[in-house]
């Protein structure tokens, strides 16, 4: 499991709100994500 897919986990078992906040720190950094998969964890996150 990679750095997105915890971010969405924490979400599901309730340990964080919003990944949206997370994501977009993530995106600043030089960690590299395409924009399809930023909505794919959005959409999955339910956000």
Same mark, same amino acid.
């Given at each position: 499991?990679?750095? %997105?897919?915890l971010?969405? @986990?924490?979400?599901?078992?309730? $340990?964080?709100? &919003?990944?949206?906040? %997370?994501?977009?720190k993530? @995106?600043?950094?030089?960690?590299? $994500?395409?924009? &399809?998969?930023?909505?794919?964890?959005?959409?999955?996150?339910?956000?």
């Open positions: 499991m990679g750095t %997105l897919g971010i969405l @986990r924490a979400k599901r078992l309730g $340990v964080i709100i &919003s990944v949206r906040p %997370l994501l977009d993530v @995106r600043l950094t030089d960690f590299w $994500v395409t924009e &399809s998969l930023f909505e794919f964890i959005l959409t999955e996150a339910g956000e």
